[in-house]
């Protein structure tokens, strides 16, 4: 297994510089942003409801352009097809295709991209087994609980092999013991995998318990008012959980949430 402290030190893979989001109706979601996330980070955005946090997810996917600033990935501007393999979004709902088992849902990226599924037997079977699953792929989204769905889309997600994962909220509906475990199979895939993962939350706990280094958000527009590192203590476990360096990191990072709710700008 890599050890997650050392994984930091790959070099840049996403710089956000002097990012604007300003939707069509005249609603700014982001303004202002700027941000450095090195490969091999776990990095968590965490703030209140409208503050920007899914809306900065999916400009750094590609799936929103900016309206002012830059956002480059792996040195590529960001949307611009390069290496697109490499990014894996995970979505807050499992957004499956319901008339498909969970192999085929497993396998649609790969026939998005041409590869014909003799060819992507090895890779689908082999991130099923990844998130519990094999026994499961020709199972259909109605026969599954909402963590096994959860799964498939992580599933999904890797794939395709890729060096960054973006997860917006993906846990958010799931009942606590669920969300743990989750939460627990995730560290698990980027400490074996070296992968970059960036992670939406509105959980103090979760994303302190996950991250190498924590973004707050604040709304009125969305932007950046804490980036706040961690300690570098993996393996991380229900041991950590309980230990007094997890209360006094929640109690710190809550602290900065909640200076949010102080820190709105009138003139947005």
Not at 134 to 143: C, G, H, I, L, V
Request: aromatic residues 6%.
């Amino acid at each position: 297994m890599n050890d997650p402290s050392q994984n930091a030190d790959q070099g840049e893979l996403i710089a956000m510089r002097d990012v604007d989001k300003v939707f069509g109706n005249g609603t700014v979601a982001v303004r202002d942003m700027s941000l450095n996330i090195n490969q091999g980070e776990f990095v968590s955005f965490l703030g209140p409801s409208g503050c920007g946090k899914s809306t900065a997810l999916k400009m750094i996917s590609g799936l929103l352009s900016v309206s002012r600033g830059s956002i480059t990935v792996n040195g590529h501007p960001a949307g611009s097809g390069s290496d697109g393999n490499d990014i894996g979004y995970v979505f807050q709902e499992a957004t499956l295709m319901p008339w498909a088992n969970v192999y085929d849902n497993v396998y649609l990226p790969l026939k998005l991209h041409g590869v014909n599924k003799a060819e992507a037997r090895t890779r689908v079977e082999e991130v099923l087994s990844m998130v519990g699953l094999a026994n499961f792929a020709r199972s259909y989204p109605r026969e599954l609980s909402g963590g096994m769905r959860m799964r498939v889309s992580i599933a999904r997600a890797m794939v395709t092999r890729p060096k960054l994962l973006l997860m917006d909220e993906p846990f958010a509906a799931l009942d606590e013991m669920t969300r743990s475990k989750l939460n627990d199979e995730v560290l698990s895939l980027w400490e074996s995998h070296g992968l970059t993962v960036i992670f939406v939350t509105h959980s103090v706990y979760e994303s302190v318990y996950l991250s190498s280094r924590v973004v707050v958000m604040a709304a009125r527009p969305g932007r950046v008012v804490h980036d706040i590192p961690l300690p570098d203590n993996y393996p991380r476990n229900v041991d950590y959980r309980m230990s007094s360096a997890f209360t006094e990191t929640c109690k710190k990072v809550s602290s900065a949430l909640e200076g949010t709710l102080h820190n709105v700008d009138l003139n947005h």
